[in-house]
């Protein structure tokens, strides 16, 4: 094992399961590329301020280069024995050049490396994210136009409730998945700052250009507080809520496309390509992507969850419960990197049921809102109205009719404002169609939420 780069104030080495115990460098190893940027934006900043001779800070950025090539093509590998991925990089960067690899850690403290090294991770991988769940919109948004007039129930405590139509559920989604999007952005705003200069947490008293290395590393700003600088995890935090709550978001919608695609709904059906068969029983065909990712929703939970924990209790500024932070943001990043293809790809390729959403619309007793809506246009108090239709609804249930189905004299029998134009009004095509106030679900008011949806998300 390399003697440990902190090693001089102590007499005896650290006992085995310790070196074990705190070691990072299993998971925190996957954020070499972003150590090795840092380094060498921090590198070059020493050699302007003359902390560093040109020659180091060239050998030193030679060397950082090499090994992040090496560690890409696997010929370097994390088995020095190395505590975390910076102590890994500057003992392999000594190694291999020297003193000059020994001057690099000059003004920096891993604490503030550290924070810089997560928000660069946090940064590069959000992106992807975030194009993924532009992706996702623009697969509801197709599919809401393909479905502008297919009709089924609106639910509310899961019975059917009023028509709707899938397209206008569908564009549900799409403005949650428009929400996380602006939360992520605000997220990655809020973090484009940088933390270096911090030092362990006090500062430094070398005259660090810290804006130099700002603007080498792509960040708008710098932090202003030494001990906020290497303390704060909020960013985790904030990346971790808005991911969890996407996660969240597509649990929901997870769940009912379970509901859609039992036998009891069969509103839609899965492409086999995204369903699994039974090992057992040869008929089955299971919506397991959907199940997978509302499970999943869980541990992106429990990654926030552990996240806040971590920080409530901690006085400032570094302390070493800190390093928990990496593995929830990882398996965050990592959760929604897997769900997010698969579940777009089956949205993308669910069949749609015209005709059982309809029917399922069409039974139920969806139009009786707009049953009572007509006796109010009629000059009926809203209340009577309710309860007049009530009254038919109870009339329907023991005669195994639906409310289009009653003769106008049963109608008028309960109330005598009706007139033969109510059978237009309740039909279910009709009650979609008068719903086209903004953010309705009427054909015309959809078509403009995706239109303005598309300039939003410039798709
Ligand atoms: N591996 C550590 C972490 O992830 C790096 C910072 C260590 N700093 C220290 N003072 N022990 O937090």
New binding site residues.
């Given amino acids: 094992m390399a003697d440990k780069l902190w090693a001089g104030r102590f007499e005896k080495s650290t006992d085995t399961t310790v070196n074990d115990f705190h070691a ?1 460098l299993p998971f ?1 190893c996957r954020m070499f590329e972003q150590d090795i940027r840092g380094s060498i934006a921090h590198a070059r900043m020493l050699a302007s301020i003359g902390v560093l001779t040109p020659e180091d800070a060239r050998a030193i950025e030679v060397g950082l280069t090499a090994i992040a090539e090496d560690i890409r093509d696997g010929r370097l590998t994390f088995d020095n024995g190395a505590e ?1 991925i ?1 102590m890994f990089i500057e003992s392999e960067l000594t190694r291999r050049i020297g003193d000059a690899g020994k001057r690099l850690h000059t003004g920096r403290s ?2 503030d490396q ?1 924070a810089l090294d997560l928000r660069l991770y946090v940064r590069d991988h959000a992106a992807g994210i975030r194009s993924g769940m532009v992706e996702l919109c623009a697969v509801l948004l197709d599919r809401a136009e393909e479905h502008l007039d297919t009709v089924m129930p609106g639910y509310t405590h899961l019975q059917r409730a009023q028509p709707i139509t899938f397209a206008h559920h569908l564009m549900a989604y799409v403005e949650m998945v428009r929400r996380d999007i602006g939360r992520l952005d605000d997220t990655l705003r809020r973090m484009d700052v940088l933390p270096l200069g911090s030092g362990a947490l006090a500062g430094t008293p070398y005259p660090l250009d810290r804006r130099m290395v700002a603007r080498e590393l792509g960040f708008a700003e710098i932090t202003h507080n030494s001990l906020d600088g290497v303390a704060d995890r909020d960013y985790a935090v904030e990346l971790a809520s808005c991911l969890a709550l996407f996660m969240v978001h597509l649990s929901r919608f997870s769940e009912e496309i379970v509901l859609w695609s039992s036998q009891e709904f069969r509103f839609v059906e899965l492409d086999d390509a995204f369903s699994t068969g039974s090992s057992i029983m040869p008929q089955k065909k299971n919506p397991d992507v959907a199940e997978l990712t509302r499970g999943k929703s869980g541990r992106a939970i429990g990654g926030l969850v552990t996240l806040l924990t971590m920080l409530k209790g901690l006085p400032l500024a ?1 302390n ?1 419960d ?2 928990e932070d ?1 593995e929830a943001v990882f398996d965050l990043l990592d959760t929604v990197s897997m769900c997010l293809p698969a579940f777009t790809g089956m949205v993308r390729t669910l069949r749609v049921r015209e005709d059982k959403m309809r029917a399922a619309a069409m039974s139920g007793f969806t139009n009786a809102t707009d049953l009572a809506d007509y006796l109010v246009g009629r000059g009926l108090p809203f209340r009577d109205a309710h309860e007049v239709c009530g009254r038919l609804v109870r009339h329907c249930e023991l005669t195994g009719q639906s409310l289009e189905e009653l003769s106008l004299e049963t109608l008028r029998e309960a109330c005598d404002l009706f007139e033969n134009d109510v059978y237009n009004v309740i039909q279910v095509d009709a009650c979609v169609r008068r719903r086209s106030l903004p953010g309705g679900p009427a054909p015309e008011a959809v078509r403009e939420s995706i239109r303005q949806a598309r300039e939003a998300l410039g798709i």
């Fill in positions: 990072s925190d975390d910076h891993r604490n550290v570094y070493k800190l390093q990496k």
